[in-house]
């Protein structure tokens, strides 16, 4: 069933077909399309993308990889189709991931010339884990079970994966693309949790709710490798080097700053809190997004909002803010920090 292509072969199809694709990620699926896969050891990881966008993971060599359309519209998924020379009709697809270190894509073909690419897989293993290895040694996967995850939250991920210049605009959900959540030092590596991006998506449907466009949430920081984390001062475990969170600010403006969300006219810790009450809900509400919410006012962009899924709530904030998340956690009876 599973022929592997050589690395050099699929490097090449990899990056010839890409070329062709055009602006496939700006195009909305016809129905969600639900992707899962299970890391070594058998823990399994899952998303699933609605509308527009596609998936972009780091993967162990060999791990097993689902896809599959979770739609009534089966007259509009023809065929699924891989970088590495797997295919199969229906709305299913199951396969390994080749053993070769690279960078692999699904893609869902729809009649003859209309392809989308799903899902993206960067296998790290042999010699690039090694070398990953002296940053960052390879422990366990820590994002598995949430319950596992509170207690080994500060264990190192064991995969770091390379994300090539190429794969800079693609996707990974929505607004977010490789290049916002990769290392910014350089290293071009990531570790993704898809919870936290999940957890983004809804974040900017909530926004929309509001009158903002869903484009207006913008991602500033992801994954930071660790000598990145130390280059900005990061905290030695910052949940960015556990690649479950993300910065952002809300800004439909496009000026780099964060902006006016109540109206009043200034922008300031009273338009942070508008998302922090967001977010505070968001993830009382979903196990699989519980985690930390840091409110940040700074010169650069007037405020900035933290976000991540370490499976335990954390709470804190610059200045007053840091006393308005304690006053919160009274009125509510929130015990659990
Ligand atoms: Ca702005
Ligand atoms: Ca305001």
């Not at 968001?282 to 700074?298: F, K, T």
Request: aromatic letters at 10%; proline letters at 4%.
């Amino acid at each position: 069933m599973l022929r592997i292509a050589a690395v050099a072969a699929a490097w090449t199809l990899a990056l010839g077909a890409w070329a062709d694709l055009g602006p496939w990620h700006s195009r909305a699926f016809a129905s969600p399309v639900s992707v899962a896969w299970t890391w070594p050891g058998g823990e399994r990881g899952s998303m699933t993308l609605g509308g527009q966008g596609g998936v972009f993971t780091p993967a162990a060599p060999g791990t097993a990889v689902v896809v599959r359309c979770e739609g009534a519209d089966a007259s509009g998924q023809d065929a699924w189709e891989s970088s590495w020379g797997v295919t199969n009709r229906g709305m299913r697809f199951e396969a390994g991931l080749p053993r070769e270190s690279g960078t692999y894509w699904v893609a869902q073909r729809v009649g003859r010339i209309d392809r989308r690419i799903v899902a993206a897989f960067a296998v790290a293993g042999g010699r690039d884990r090694e070398a990953d290895a002296r940053s960052f040694p390879p422990v366990t996967r820590h994002d598995s079970e949430k319950i596992r995850r509170y207690r080994s939250a500060y264990e190192p991920p064991a995969w770091q994966a390379f994300a090539p210049r190429w794969a800079d605009a693609f996707p990974m959900s929505h607004g977010v693309r490789v290049a916002d959540f990769c290392s910014h030092d350089g290293d071009r590596c990531l570790v993704v949790d898809p919870d936290v991006l999940d957890l983004f998506a809804r974040i900017a449907t909530e926004l929309e709710g509001w009158g903002i466009p869903a484009h207006a949430l913008r991602p500033i920081s992801g994954y930071r490798s660790h000598d990145h984390n130390r280059s900005e001062g990061g905290a030695a475990r910052s949940r960015h080097r556990y690649g479950d969170a993300i910065d952002f600010i809300v800004d439909a403006d496009a000026d780099g700053r964060m902006d006016d969300l109540d109206g009043d006219g200034d922008t300031d810790g009273n338009d942070l809190w508008r998302v922090a009450l967001l977010v505070e809900d968001l993830q009382a509400g979903n196990a699989s997004w519980r985690g930390g919410c840091g409110l940040y006012l700074s010169d650069t962009t007037i405020g900035s909002v933290h976000i991540d899924t370490r499976g335990h709530r954390a709470r804190w904030g610059t200045g007053a803010l840091d006393a308005r998340w304690d006053r919160l956690a009274r009125e509510r009876g929130i015990t659990d920090e």
